[in-house]
């Protein structure tokens, strides 16, 4: 084909790109903050699942973020050179290449001392997930089985659909779809939408390792912090859609007097962390007002939670409606 028939080509297929539904951050940010009631569960859920993956892959939460920045360098190579691969394409390879491999890289990226990276890389080594060669770095297949979204997209796709219908009833987005769709376009899409996916994700956890000292720690308040939203009740018929008051709420001491804690046996249950592990993480963030033990040895979430994690919270929700912004545009053109 000429030239310029590839460019009558490309303008036709402009043409018809349907751009009605296309949306913006801000729409996404106020519609996340306005129906929290509605979606935060589900949100919560979808994170809690995410980070209970982390760990049961390595059992050990910064192993699998090396693992994970790694890929996420190979993501961002192929964003730079303009390809894009599928989720088969991306899996297919019998190993990934990373050149130029700095630990002083990963731990401005992971906010990790230095001592701490160069001790989980030779772990990795150890396993024989990584190879080092020179200033390359390779990650064996084997790998792609700790780290491989196999039920993470699943679990995406049916909050992005949550997302979609809300804004399908407030006549911004006119398109309907299932999460069976959403999957079709993440996978079709794989190597552009998981680079959004990491750049949002990798800045949170790093956000709250900074806030809880470490990511286990963070592990298990999450699992409290889960299992109270969870479980609690309002006490009017009426939904409480908006964020502020339904953390105000969540975490006011009439509430707090009557919410339904969660044992540190539960936690391990729930989580694979070690009991006596809990216990001491517990204390840690007991010492830090994050969470009250009450008299059945059941632990919650403290009020100071409201002055303590929420501005961080609020910070988060923009770099996640901007991956639900340009997920939803993909789909809107698909």
Known sequence: MSN????????????????????????????????????GKDWIAHQWIWINGVYKAFEDHVKFFIVVSLVEKT?????????????????????LTIDKFSITEICEKLNLPKETIRRKVLELEKLGVILRKDKRIIIDRSAFTFVKPIHQIPLTSKYIVRISELLFDKKIYSKKFDSKFVEKILKKNFSLCWRWFYRMQLPVIMGYQKIFKDLCTFHIWGTISMNQVLNYKINSNELIKDYNKFNSNLLSIENLN?????SAMSISDMTSIPRATVIRKCKFLIKNDYVVINNKKQFYL?????????????????????????????IAIS
């Open 4 to 39: 310029l028939g590839f460019k009558y080509q490309n303008t036709m297929e402009a043409r018809n790109l349907d751009f009605s539904n296309k949306v913006d951050d801000q729409t996404i940010y106020d519609l996340l903050f306005d129906n929290y009631e509605l979606l």
């Open 75 to 95: 993501l961002n190579f192929y964003h730079q050179v303009n390809i894009t691969k599928t989720y088969d394409e991306f899996y297919s390879s019998k190993y």
């Open 258 to 262: 009557n919410a339904s804690g969660v």
């Open 302 to 330: 403290s009020s100071k939670n409201h002055h303590k994690i929420i501005p961080f919270q609020k910070e988060f929700f923009k770099k996640k409606a901007r991956f639900l912004t340009r997920v939803l545009n993909l």
